[in-house]
C-alpha cells in the first residue's frame, strides 16, 4: 500500500517559516518524484515544486523560487518542503505527491501524479 503523510503545517506569522515533511511508502526514490501543491479556499490547485529524489535536481513554480525549496533525505524516504518568509497570500492545504519520473518535464500538471497526501493546513497571519 503506498502512503504519503504530510505534517508539520499550523499557524504561523507572516515573515515567519515552516518546514513540511512528506514521508512516503510503498514506493521507491529510484521510480518515483515528489512534488508539492498547495490548494487556498476558493482557489484550484497550484503547484510548488517537485524533486526528482533519484538525483536530486529540483524544479518551482515561478513564484516560489527564492523563497520556497525542496529536499529529500532518501534514507528516511523523506521530503521537505522548506517555506521561509511566509507571506498572508500562502495560506493554504498543502499536499505531496508521488509522479513517475519519466514524466518529471510535467512536473506541475497535478493530474500526472500517481499518489497523494492526506494535506497539511498551512495559515499565516498578517
Known amino acids: 500500500e503506498v502512503q504519503l503523510v504530510e505534517s508539520g503545517g499550523g499557524l504561523v506569522q507572516a515573515g515567519g517559516s515552516l518546514r513540511l515533511p512528506c514521508v512516503a511508502s510503498?514506493?521507491?526514490?529510484?521510480?518515483?518524484?515528489i512534488g508539492w501543491f498547495r490548494q487556498a479556499p476558493g482557489k484550484e490547485r497550484e503547484g510548488v515544486g517537485c524533486?526528482?529524489?533519484?538525483?536530486?535536481?529540483?524544479y518551482y513554480a515561478d513564484s516560489m523560487k527564492g523563497r520556497f525549496t525542496i529536499s529529500s533525505d532518501n534514507a528516511k524516504n523523506t521530503v521537505y518542503l522548506q517555506m521561509n518568509s511566509l507571506r498572508p497570500e500562502d495560506t493554504a492545504v498543502y499536499y505531496c505527491?508521488?509522479?513517475?519520473?519519466?514524466?518529471?518535464?510535467?512536473?506541475?500538471?497535478?493530474?500526472?501524479?500517481?499518489?497523494w497526501g492526506q494535506g497539511t493546513q498551512v495559515t499565516v497571519s498578517s
Open positions: 524533486i526528482d529524489t533519484d538525483d536530486g535536481s529540483s
Open positions: 510503498g514506493i521507491s526514490f529510484d521510480d518515483y518524484a
Open positions: 505527491a508521488a509522479l513517475r519520473i519519466l514524466f518529471i518535464d510535467r512536473w506541475s500538471e497535478g493530474e500526472k501524479y500517481d499518489y
